[in-house]
């Protein structure tokens, strides 16, 4: 894949969001989810 290094980061986000048990910490990744989708979904919109 050619995915730049900030792609990679929601992949990790949500591997570690499949393996969390503590609700606190998942809701604490699935945050930090939503906010890395989000800054994927902005960027491919300014290149478009």
């Given at each position: 894949m050619n995915d730049r290094p900030q792609d990679q980061d929601w992949r990790i986000l949500a591997?570690?969001?499949?393996?969390?048990?503590?609700?606190?910490k998942l809701m604490e990744i699935i945050r930090a989810l939503t906010q890395a989708l989000d800054e994927?979904?902005?960027r491919k919109r300014q290149t478009a």
């Open positions: 591997e570690q969001a499949a393996e969390e048990k503590d609700p606190t994927q979904e902005e």
